[in-house]
């Protein structure tokens, strides 16, 4: 039984000796990363910053409905004075301009729909709306059939070069960086990494946890039980413990009472390279000096018996810079001693993802940087960008609009919320006080 | 192109019919259970009572390490005057009394280990602390040989029948109630689970959304991006925005701009009895009537057109009781109409579950039943039972000790919280004030 219990330390000693390790441990594993793919990467930390492998768009893209022209064409247009163009086709998101007759030159267009290509030659794009479409017997159409139908389209209205068209890159460039290192993979975050056709992020690691309940009486839940056996609680009980701290649990199963199997356990734990490992059993009188014996095989013992009642016979270890918990076999007394040792120890290490959470404030109130001019009858909500403000003040933020093209994907990743201006204002003094609905922490 | 735009419902009059659908939906949902394994169980809500299959403990098991005797073998013993057994056999946690030498009569033992299974004959535990083993050579055993060695135990001091014997189902009956309907699972419950050997549980069931984007120009991240396409945004926004929710996202890919394969993802969402359809894009000028058209095949247009901006073009359908939303394709406007009209939704059907996190409070002052004893020299962790006050003071509470043997699973089943004693204090006085770190939210 060797020197078990002899030396009982003082519950604060060891919540002090835990708090330091804690605290080494939660700098360490700040630098462990993993990688994750997009589908789980929701609520995680990125651990590097992530750029673009393409250009978004990846062409240019009208972003209206309408016909895709030589912006010349329509200089001179106007309401009582329309010019008109040939039709030459159309084209479809999701097509390809790569037929004649979707290529535009002078009095000639092609009928677009909002995120098609821009056709070549075409450099604008007018809005169905300034534009009607009729059908023209042909006249002296050069080389044209006399009596030959042909589709053509009134122009009521000019456009410039460029209008209506988000060109290539002009959202998100090739190599530009997405995502910081540090921040939280939001919904906004993994759309924009979906928008790139990023598959797997690295992100801050979690720390894992292994658990191993030890006991020639235990059982695993679901198993046939024999006389004299018993179901194992803790394996239950622990893993869901660690899962509530936010840690990933890793139970390696049932040792029987023997040097071998509970060496065996460690061996596994620190083939898996978890971050902590927990041993529930075998830590009282009856079962003797298995786990100490089994610590002290590849590592030292730090804390041996504590003055609480229940738990006296908890155990700390440390084996190659990891933490190793014996908690009493005794349910109740393991989740005792698990509340107050390790949960402490386990978020500590998690601190960054806890942080992230905590500084999820929903709402905040801002000065607007500029005058903001919001559509009459409508409802508006006006992304923005929070820049804060010089000293003494810099704890309050300005709010800068986001005027962007739509579809932009960064309009989704660059605003750090959004004011909503109701239907009846038209315009936010600079300066005026305004509340941002928050898409990020803060 | 029909009515589309036609009827821009206000944004307060689309709130308050989600609001009032919700409630409705709600209701419905708690009615609604699924089997899920222990191991998936923890933070679900029981949606049945849940009945201990076996009685634990399952045998007659010795609460300590010691001697396993005939107690009136032992009522005369005195530390001046002990009494002497002979020592039979030993048996371990994890054995079954099977043998002779594992049977006890009087004037016998056997040695046990806590935990493991009373030998036939016995009816007492008498503790390793109060007993001391040494060898004897035979003298005048009736048909022994003399100078044979045997193995004897001196007893220092009487045990009462049953002491340091946990009865067989004297901690959870079979039949008994181990887990109420409508309880939150935590590691506490599911450790109580574990204990009886139940592998499944019925729980309520969580929300189900599925998810469709529509567009021909979308490719899935990872899959090739041929010219012309970009890739989808919103399905791993609006699957993430559903996950952040609490309810279970179920994505069913892409839509080709097409009233069939609209329809079909209708169909597909049906057939997988989802709670929620989310389909994206397919709601503006562009692509035409296709959104609406599907859903008018299957059910009803509630709303089509709101006045926000971005988000004009959000419909609302039902299907069969099930709401169906419409978003547009550009994803901030996306994110914006799901955050405004279907988050709200989703949080309201899942309330059951959103209330036991909120409840969640973690210490409580109360008022202590009875008088309540602590073992000096050591800091205590008293289990209570909480139970409400008379008027007028019923919100609050009276803690109750929980008396318990040691290794009772329902000490862990049935205590609300603990109360800390610190070392050096010996009694908590009837009615004073006592803090409980709880187990349960209140």
Redesign the interface.
């Known amino acids: 039984m060797g020197k078990q219990f002899l030396e009982i330390t003082e519950?604060e000693v060891v919540e002090r000796v835990i708090a330091d390790l804690s605290a080494k441990l939660a700098k360490k594993n700040v630098a462990e990363t993993e990688k994750v793919i997009?589908?789980e990467a929701?609520g995680r930390i990125a651990s590097t910053g992530i750029f673009s492998p393409?250009n978004?768009?990846?062409?240019d893209?009208s972003t209206m409905?309408g016909y895709a022209v030589v912006a010349s064409d329509t200089f001179y247009s106007a309401e009582d004075k329309p010019s008109s163009l040939i039709i030459k086709g159309y084209i479809?998101?999701?097509?390809?301009?790569s037929h004649s007759h979707q290529y535009v030159e002078k009095g000639y267009c092609v009928g677009i729909?909002?995120?098609?290509?821009i056709p070549k030659g075409a450099n604008a794009v007018v809005k169905?709306e300034n534009a009607f479409e009729y059908v023209d017997v042909a006249m002296a159409v050069e080389g044209g059939e006399k009596g030959k139908k042909i589709k053509k389209v009134k122009i009521y209205k000019p456009v410039a070069p460029a209008e209506n068209i988000m060109l290539l890159g002009s959202d998100i460039k090739r190599g530009e960086k997405i995502v910081r290192n540090g921040t939280t993979l939001?919904?906004?975050e993994?759309?924009?990494?979906?928008?790139?056709?990023?598959?797997e992020v690295f992100v801050r690691k979690k720390p894992s946890v292994a658990i191993v309940s030890t006991?020639?009486?235990?059982v695993a839940?679901?198993d046939h039980?024999?006389?004299?056996?018993?179901?194992?609680?803790?394996?239950?009980?622990?893993?869901?413990?660690v899962?509530?701290t936010g840690c990933v649990p890793l139970f390696l199963g049932i040792a029987?009472?023997s040097l071998e199997e509970i060496s065996a356990k460690m061996k596994e734990s620190l083939a898996k390279s978890v971050d902590v490992i927990i041993v529930s059993g075998g830590t009282?009188?009856?079962?003797g000096d298995l786990l100490p014996t089994a610590i002290e095989e590849f590592g030292e013992i730090i804390v041996h018996g504590v003055?609480?009642?229940?738990?006296?016979p908890f155990i700390l270890g440390m084996i190659q810079g990891k933490p190793v918990f014996g908690l009493p076999?005794?349910?109740?007394s393991a989740?005792?001693t698990f509340?107050l040792f390790v949960a402490p120890l386990l978020r500590t290490m998690l601190r960054d993802y806890e942080e992230g959470e905590r500084r999820k404030t929903k709402r905040i109130k801002v000065k607007a940087a500029l005058r903001i001019f919001s559509?009459p009858?409508?409802?508006?909500?006006v992304?923005v960008n929070l820049v804060k403000m010089k000293p003494p003040e810099e704890e309050n933020f300005f709010a800068y609009p986001i005027l962007s093209g739509?579809?932009?994907?960064t309009?989704?990743s660059k605003?750090d919320g959004?004011i909503f201006v109701e239907?009846g204002r038209e315009i936010i003094e600079e300066g005026e006080k305004v509340e941002v609905?928050l898409f990020i922490s803060l």
Chains 1, 2 share one sequence.
Not at 191 to 199: D, N, S, T, Y
Not at 329 to 332: E, H, L, M, Q, S
Request: proline letters at 9%; charged letters at 25%; a neutral charge.
């Open positions: 519950k997009i589908g929701l393409l978004i768009p990846p062409f893209r409905d479809q998101a999701g097509e390809f301009p729909s909002t995120g098609a290509p169905v939001t919904p906004r993994t759309g924009v990494l979906a928008a790139c056709g990023i598959k006991g020639n009486e235990l839940p679901g039980l024999v006389p004299g056996k018993i179901y194992d609680v803790n394996a239950q009980t622990l893993n869901d413990s899962r509530d029987r009472d009282s009188a009856g079962v003055d609480i009642k229940p738990g006296k076999g005794n349910p109740t989740l005792i509340n559509e009858g409508r409802n508006e909500y992304l739509s579809g932009a994907i309009t989704l605003a959004y239907k609905e």
